[in-house]
């Protein structure tokens, strides 16, 4: 078999800032090593890696990535400031996993002539959809966000969604054309692993909740089912696993005033502790598997990594109907509940569903399996998104209404 070239392009690959953007390039290489792929991989990571301390085979060895055939090679580049993409013709394959570099993308198409690189863009959230869901809040930039995002849609070959869901909105967003050339992998590959499982004792609880404090991922609404609970039970904690706490952490963005004033209060009572996220994926397994219950409350989440390392490690979970990773779980999952956030009696007595759950895990150990767990077939979308990168045939995902556990490959 031809050795693949394949380039990513991406940010902070060697650091914690985008830990989720990295799963997809972290899946992709976990593919080509356990195929035996023989492939040359250089990823080209926007700024935010030029001073960590780790090496790129730290790095895929904390993602369970073994060495394989893949010679791995990363570089840090100012994606804003060079949008010349000849570095990027001796490519075979270019994955972009990050919207700042669609201007080199933009680029990399109009240089284009026999034998240039195939284009495949990951697309981890649609922007202009995080934008209605943040309540129309103003980022920096945001117009130069969007148009770099399209751009990047533009100039892909192929498009891939983390959730049917996603799809559908990117429809909407993007219209036919990217609707066409797109398909739905759902990020599931990774070996999810720790070697213990802490469980806490007695009738306290650790609640955990990881992820930015964006409006979208619903910490407002998060604060006031926990608050609802800890006025009944005031031994628990909420754990909150978010770097955001240690920089620019701004209420206003994630918390309405009732919310904020809540937060302070549950602060004040020590009821709330804060974790700064892990730039160690095993690490972070570790602190995750530490919490009794998981909330994932989001608004808008194309898939959720957080939601889905959690069901895989065995932790009741309360799962918003919002997130993508809700597509393939189990029906009847007896450690997941799912709920609609903005109805707070019903997150309410989903907290307290998987506490009851939580406790029960501590009398009755169960064998835990994936397979029962997530519907998603990984090997199917394994050799689907192989074929992909070696150009042998695109794919899409399958229409709605169909089996969508898995791709379909267009003969």
């Known amino acids: 078999m031809k050795p693949l070239s394949v380039a990513f392009l991406t940010q902070d690959f060697l650091g914690p800032q985008t830990f ?38 730290e790095v895929l060895s904390d993602y369970a ?44 198409v109009s240089r284009r002539g026999r034998g240039a690189p195939r284009i495949i863009y990951w697309l981890p959230s649609i922007l202009m959809h995080e934008y209605v869901t943040n309540h129309h809040h103003a980022w920096p930039r945001m117009d130069l966000m969007f148009d770099l995002q399209k751009k990047c849609v533009q100039a892909a070959d192929h498009v891939v969604f983390n959730s049917r869901a996603d799809r ?7 219209g036919s054309t990217a609707h066409e050339k797109s398909s739905v992998t759902y990020p599931v590959s990774l070996p999810c692993t720790v070697a213990t499982t802490q469980h806490h ?20 609404l998060l604060v006031e089912a926990f608050f609802r609970r800890y006025c009944r039970h005031r031994s628990d904690t909420l754990v909150l696993f978010s770097d955001l706490l240690d920089h620019d952490f ?38 995750l598997a530490g919490c ?67 406790a029960a895990e501590l009398r009755v150990p169960h064998a835990h399996d994936l397979a029962l767990d997530f519907t998603c077939d990984s090997e199917e979308m394994t050799s689907a998104t192989l074929a992909l990168l070696r150009g042998e045939t695109p794919y899409r995902a399958r229409e709605e209404g169909d089996d969508m556990s898995s791709t379909e490959v267009i003969q």
Request: charged residues 25%; contains cysteine.
């Open 201 to 220: 004792v007695g009738l306290r609880r650790r609640f955990g909740f990881a992820g930015r404090w964006e409006y979208r991922k619903g910490a407002h």
């Open 65 to 108: 990535v073994g060495p394989g055939l893949l010679e791995v090679e990363a570089f840090t580049r100012d994606a804003f400031r060079f949008s010349d993409a000849s570095f990027l013709t001796e490519f075979d394959v270019v994955i972009c996993t990050m919207y700042w570099w669609g201007d080199v993308l933009a680029d990399l």
């Open 292 to 358: 009794d219950v998981l909330a994932v409350p989001s608004l808008y989440d194309p898939f959720n990594m957080v939601a889905y390392d959690a069901i895989a490690l065995g932790i009741p979970t309360v799962l918003s109907r919002f997130c993508g990773v809700e597509e393939i779980v189990a029906a009847a999952h007896p450690r997941v509940v799912k709920i609609n956030p903005w109805d707070l009696d019903e997150f309410d007595a989903a907290l307290e569903q998987m506490a009851r759950a939580a």
């Open 250 to 287: 701004d209420p206003a963005v994630a918390l309405d005033a009732s919310a904020a004033r809540k937060l302070e209060k549950l602060m004040a009572a020590g009821a709330v502790e804060m974790v700064r996220w892990r730039s160690s994926r095993n690490e972070y397994l570790q602190a």
């Open 20 to 57: 989720s953007i990295n799963y997809y390039v972290a899946m992709v290489l976990h593919m080509l090593a356990e195929a035996a792929a023989p492939a040359r991989v250089v990823v080209y990571s926007h700024r935010g890696s030029e001073y960590s301390p780790r090496s790129p085979r």
């Open 168 to 174: 559908e909105r990117g429809y909407g967003y993007f």
